[in-house]
């Protein structure tokens, strides 16, 4: 076995891999650039070298930079992990060149499955189901259309070089095919400087499924059973699971033996990817093979208790494979939730800064439940914006998938994130979402069931009743806290009532507590609700069971109340006495007050730059001008939507406070 | 008259007392989103904890036609209560009745409670919602204003005095809440001038609104005469309970304790990388804040103003403690004449009042300019500089990172008598940042880079550190910052039976 392994890459799947190495006693080498310096993967490994600058393009993608931090740490083999190089084919040759294991699979296998033209001719000929469409290039138009009308429509038009979206239409009707074509290869040439295009049949209403594969380089080849990944985002993959809850046995076996014989046609040894599109028929099609290790391979891991990184580095090793394909055991379910720094609230943009609170919940290993989290940060640490703006993978495992389910939302409620805009929310959202918890979303869920963005989540009155319930029996213990402060009169202390008004938005409850020792029974529309819970004032996490069920609340205070993040909802509660209430109800509602259309400079300083130009869209949060002031770099972030109608100040001008930086429309 | 008569006489009396200025009055109040004067000492105090003084005393004045109309109260509210069982004393100006305008009776009800809280040691709050002085008493109403404000300077510094502004507060009105210790104002209800948009205009040809000249907007942000200004009457009334749980009640008793839920032990390992490594990034010192405070919960005065320092109050292990912290994310945390004024008069109260200091420090040093020196800089930094010299409370200060030249001193500094004074490892202690010092040390290199960059990392390397004033002992303990919770606990633990006497004087003379 490798005495020393070096990870090419960084974040949580560098950690991740340093564990199982650790497990195994192999050493570790952290490759790092200057915006890593103290990033987590950096303090878990035993060597760090540093490679660059911080964009990946100088650091993590530069194959010389990696050789040399192999040669300088006598690294014996290199762990790609996936992105950078993981499917650089060049890099793989690089490093056999050296003399030094790669742990993935041959350099031939990964260019074969690297271009999809190619990849799809070999899958076809490895009798592998392909969907129905043409498998060379497609010169123009024309031809586009004579193509189109023998697969029959909807058609994909799709670039060579694609990916993320780009270079690829519909095409429902010949115009669209006409139109799509040359706009299609346009885009392609633009974004990939590759303008081969090709057509196949659009599968509607697919769902995603993929095969895990794991392969010696002694012929040997077992599949792991299947991961569903339909819940993407403009192709950007957000909640898998393992198994599919849409597979049967049979459909399972014929893709993981037909994902075999694509990986035996290209001599694959590693854990790899076959992707399938799936449509409403069970029919699956061949989309791709990943030829590293995938993002979502924790919840395959999950199901089979295989360490799939060991696998490979065993594979790596020279060593054959320690199972068959009869003692692959698919056990259990497991979900995976990709928890991003997006913020839900502003069409999911990303968010970047400091984590000055980062509290996963706690991980779990038992024979009823499991909770894992891969991640690559801490408490403390920054997230940057030269990186994936993944904080963390959150796995739950479950004998069934509804208990996995029920386990993931627990285990979304009770992760505290803050100092940045996270997706948590989101991702609470899917887990109550019927299509989700019913098994039978496709690739245009969060397309459809989102149209207009994630504006949190309405919850039923029942729900709101057992938050309220909840939110005044810890109002209760805060208040009869207050009430113990010292110099108060005695005998004449106040006494902390049993009635309370709450209000969440609209609803509004009359409620009766009754407190004994170890919990409050808290009457509210005509119901009485037990509520027990553990909770201190200042706790930012509360778990109680209300009327026997339990429930994870995110609470922050506000003046009279909470505000509460529970389940997707991000709710403002209101607990009042009566008296209280009445009076609030006298309130008038502030209007949010007309801010102008102006970006002023917030202090005297220099401009350093300006980020936008006349005409540019920008969304809420978007940095707009950086203004030094004594020696400090200021951003000015976008506080709304809008579009810059012009620039006042330029880079080196110096502003006093309140001077016109920029106007929007 | 019959037992029974006499009984209905006292209801019908109290009733025509609520009752105010009457129902019309009262609806008119309500539909500009105001409360009336009693309900909002329901919102203030405890309930069913107030007690009423003078509910019948009625005005004696007799011109312009007065005689006839002689409501109850005579437009003030007045007694005393509690908040969450502690004493209070209480006047709620009662818009619907003349206005809540000031009247020789008016006036002497307020000195009433303001006589009562002096004696018996506890705060005076005042709910303020007048139309200023009573026209149709003259002079009278002038007289009753200035017995207020004597009682107001009486008390400052003896007992709390809290000012809240639910309605007008023009003239000399004015004067009596500038003289108290907080002002909280509602958004869109109060406003403050000492003349009004009319007069300014006739005067200057300004033309300003009311809500510009002395908004809650314009007294928070831009003059700091307010320390904090809320969206209703429910929300000023509930947080201006939770600032009354925070001070003692008089200067004879020491500040509250309150049951915590928060181990005093707690480390904070984000803390040892709050400090960004590029010295010129900024960060938020408020993280810093409410990282040390018990269960992570901060009142802070004065948000809105001067916000490169901030000030506000904190509970360690369950006791009220004042910080005071310089803003990197502000003009790099500078100091310059607001933050100075707002510094000082905060550390003035926490001293006069005996609630420890705990000070942050992460000031780079005065702000330069004309601005600030036409303004009077020296006088007003002297201020903040003056106050942490006299104070004699606990003081425990922690350097974060830079404490540049005049401004260390003046930041709880160990020559002003500190009594911690700790260090993070990423403290620099010097006369001025490494570049300008190179400058003025090494004028005539200034033309060579080379020279001037290994220059610079000479002194960065001798200077930018904390342990040059560790050696000296100016630095009690260069801390780990993850542990900084636990270190301050323990150092006010340690303080609490500190006595340290200054030499008898009439009074101060503090740069004014």
Known sequence: ?665 | MSRTTLMAELETRRAQARAGGGARRVDAQHAKGKLTARERIDLLLDEGSFEEFDMFVAHRATDFGMAADRPPGDGVVTGWGTVNGRLVYVFSQDFTVFGGSLSETHAKKICKIQDMALQNGAPVIGLNDSGGARIQEGVASLAGYAEVFQRNVDASGVIPQISVIMGPCAGGAVYSPAMTDFIIMVRGSSYMFVTGPDVVRTVTNEIVTAEELGGAATHTKRSGVADLAFDNDVEALAETRRLVDLLPLSNRTPPPVRPFFDSPDRVEPSLDTLIPANANAPYDMTELILKLADEGDFYAIQPDFAKNILTGFIRIEGRTVGVVANQPMVLAGCLDIDSARKGAKFVRFCDAFGIPLLTLVDVPGFLPGTAQEYGGVIKHGAKLLFAYGEATVPKVTVITRKAYGGAYDVMASKHLRADFNYAWPTAEIAVMGARGAVEILYRSELDDPKKIAARTRDYEDRFANPFVAAEKGFIDEVIQPATTRRRIARAFASLRTKRQDRPWRKHDTIPL
């Open chain 1, 1 to 665: 076995m490798f005495d020393k392994i070096l990870i090419a890459n960084r974040g949580e799947i560098a950690c991740r891999i340093i564990r199982t190495a650790r497990r195994m006693g192999i050493a570790t080498v952290a490759v790092h650039s200057d915006a890593d310096q103290g990033a987590l993967h950096v303090a878990m490994a035993d060597e760090a070298v540093h490679i660059g600058p911080s964009p990946a393009a100088q650091s993590y993608i530069v194959i010389d930079r990696i050789m040399a931090a192999i040669r300088q740490t006598g690294a014996q083999a290199v762990h790609p992990g996936y992105g950078f190089l993981s499917e650089n084919a060049a890099f793989a040759d690089a490093v056999a060149a050296e003399g030094v294991a790669f742990i993935g699979p041959p350099a031939d296998a990964i260019r074969a499955m690297g271009d999809k033209i190619t990849s799809k001719t070999i899958a076809a000929d490895a009798g592998v189901s392909t969907v129905p469409g043409h498998m060379g290039i497609v010169a123009d138009a024309d031809e586009a259309l004579r193509i189109a009308g023998g697969i029959g429509y909807p058609v994909m038009l799709k670039a060579s070089a694609g990916g993320g979206g780009k270079g690829m239409r519909i095409a429902w009707t010949e115009a669209d095919v006409r139109e799509g074509f040359e706009a299609s290869r346009n885009e392609a040439r633009a974004s990939f400087g590759d303008d081969r295009m090709f057509i196949e049949k659009f599968v509607t209403q697919p769902r995603h499924i993929e095969i895990q594969l794991l392969c010696d380089a002694h012929g040997n080849g077992v599949y792991l059973g299947e991961r569903e990944c339909s819940i993407q985002r403009r192709n950007q993959k957000v909640i898998e699971e393992a198994p599919s809850p849409f597979l049967d046995e049979a459909t399972r076996r014929a893709m993981g033996e037909q994902s075999l014989m694509l990986a035996r046609a290209v001599g694959y040894a590693s854990a790899g990817t076959v992707e399938f599109i799936v449509d409403q028929a069970r029919n699956f099609y061949f989309l791709e093979m990943n030829t590293r290790l995938q993002v979502e391979h924790p919840v395959t891991e999950l199901i089979t208790g295989v360490d799939i990184v060991e696998e490979m580095i065993r594979v790596a090793n020279g060593e054959p494979l320690r199972l068959a394909q009869d003692d692959v055991r698919l056990t259990g379910w497991a979900v995976e939730s990709r928890v991003y720094a997006e913020d839900p609230y502003r069409e999911f943009l990303p968010s970047i800064g400091r984590l000055t609170r980062y509290r996963p919940p706690a991980e779990v290993a038992t024979d009823s439940l499991a909770v894992r989290n891969d991640t690559g940060v801490f408490e403390g640490g920054e997230i940057s914006m030269f990186y994936d703006p993944m904080i963390a993978k959150l796995c739950t495992w479950a004998p069934d998938r509804a208990g996995a389910i029920a386990a993931m939302r627990d285990a979304l409620g009770a992760f505290e994130i803050e100092g940045i805009g996270h997706n948590l929310p989101f991702l609470a959202a899917v887990m109550d979402h019927p299509t989700f918890t019913g098994g039978t979303m496709t690739t245009a869920f969060i397309a459809e069931e989102f149209p207009d963005g994630f504006r949190g989540v309405d919850l039923p009155e029942a729900d709101l009743h057992r938050i309220a319930a909840a939110a005044a029996a810890m109002y209760r213990v805060a208040e009869i806290r207050r009430t113990r402060l010292s110099g108060r009169m005695d005998n004449h202390e106040r006494k902390v009532g049993t009635d309370w008004v709450v209000t969440i938005g609209a609803m509004r409850a009359e409620v009766r507590l009754a407190a004994d020792r170890r919990g409050t029974d808290v009457t509210i529309g005509g119901t009485v609700l037990r509520v027990e819970s553990d909770w201190t004032p200042g706790d930012t996490l509360a778990t109680l069971v209300v009327d026997g069920q339990r429930m994870v609340l995110k609470v922050g205070k506000i003046t009279h109340g909470f505000r509460i993040r529970v389940r997707g909802a991000d709710l403002t509660v209101h607990v009042r006495t009566p008296r209280q209430a009445e009076l609030a109800a006298l309130m008038k509602v502030h209007e949010a007050a007309d801010t102008s259309k102006l970006l002023l400079c917030p202090m005297p300083g220099l401009v350093v730059r300006i980020d936008v130009a006349p005409g540019d869209a920008v969304q809420e949060g978007q940095a707009l001008a950086v203004v030094e002031a004594m020696k400090m770099e200021n951003i000015l972030r976008a506080e709304r939507k809008g579009r810059v109608a012009s620039v006042k100040a330029a880079a080196g001008d110096s502003l006093a406070v309140d001077d016109v930086i920029l106007e929007f429309e």
